[in-house]
T-cell receptor
Framework: ETGVTQSPTHLIKTRGQQVTLRCSSQ?????VSWYQQALGQGPQFIFQ???????GRGNFPPRFSGLQFPNYSSELNVNALELDDSALYLC???????????????FGPGTRLLVL | DAKTTQPNSMESNEEEPVHLPCNHS???????IHWYRQLPSQGPEYVIH???SNVNNRMASLAIAEDRKSSTLILHRATLRDAAVYYC???????????FGAGTRLTVKP
């Protein structure tokens, strides 16, 4: 039981719309990372937040944005949805100790987004 | 960027050991090697990680080559619940850019 939850579990949107996905990290975890996983592929790193500040970003355009809140929850926002945004979106939390190196990431079950 | 190469799929018989290989020839001196696995319809879960020395935990063992250009995840006795996609990942110093590849899909036969 990882304690990381995500909502909603499934979502259908149309091209051009905006979407907000939510994640609740394990209590005490200061770091949250978001990943996109297309069907049949491994997760791709979108970005990471540490204590409400962005702490690294993968190769994703600015229409992918995030927020992290003091209550260990976070959001992934995607604007101007495209068909290729259809994927499983995963969040992962970790303790976020000093330096943040080599910590175990605890993943949620993901939100499956379908863009029509 | 350092990347990993894994076989697409492997098969094992139940209760037999499984050796899952990973090549990472461009690994840098500060990269750690992580293994995660993803069971069907779940998010990835941590298995093990290491830097230079071999590592053991309750789930598996990690054998790292002396030149660190390859590693092997060892499941000592595969069970049906070990059927999953196994990812070998190199992490940056700050662990803020976990780069997953396509992974190895492990099938365990009864």
């Amino acid at each position: 039981e990882t304690g990381v939850t995500q909502s909603p579990t499934h979502l259908i949107k149309t091209r051009g719309q905006q979407v907000t996905l939510r994640c609740s990290s394990q209590s005490g975890h200061n770091t949250v990372s978001w990943y996109q996983q297309a069907l049949g592929q491994g997760p791709q790193f979108i970005f990471q937040y540490y204590r409400e500040e962005e702490n690294g970003r993968g190769n994703f355009p600015p229409r992918f944005s995030g927020l992290q809140f003091p209550n260990y929850s976070s959001e992934l926002n995607v604007n101007a949805l495209e068909l290729d945004d259809s994927a499983l979106y995963l969040c992962a939390s970790s303790l976020g100790l000093a330096g943040g190196i080599q910590e175990t990431q605890y993943f949620g079950p993901g939100t499956r987004l379908l863009v029509l | 960027d350092a990347k990993t190469t894994q076989p697409n799929s492997m098969e094992s018989n139940e209760e037999e050991p499984v050796h899952l290989p990973c090549n990472h020839s461009t690994i840098s001196g500060t990269d750690y090697i992580h293994w995660y696995r993803q069971l069907p319809s779940q998010g990835p879960e941590y298995v093990i990680h290491g830097l230079t020395s071999n590592v053991n935990n309750r789930m598996a063992s990690l054998a790292i080559a002396e030149d660190r250009k390859s590693s092997t995840l060892i499941l000592h006795r595969a069970t049906l619940r070990d059927a999953a996609v196994y990812y070998c990942i190199l992490s940056t110093y700050n662990n803020n850019d976990m780069r997953f590849g396509a992974g190895t899909r492990l099938t365990v036969k009864p």
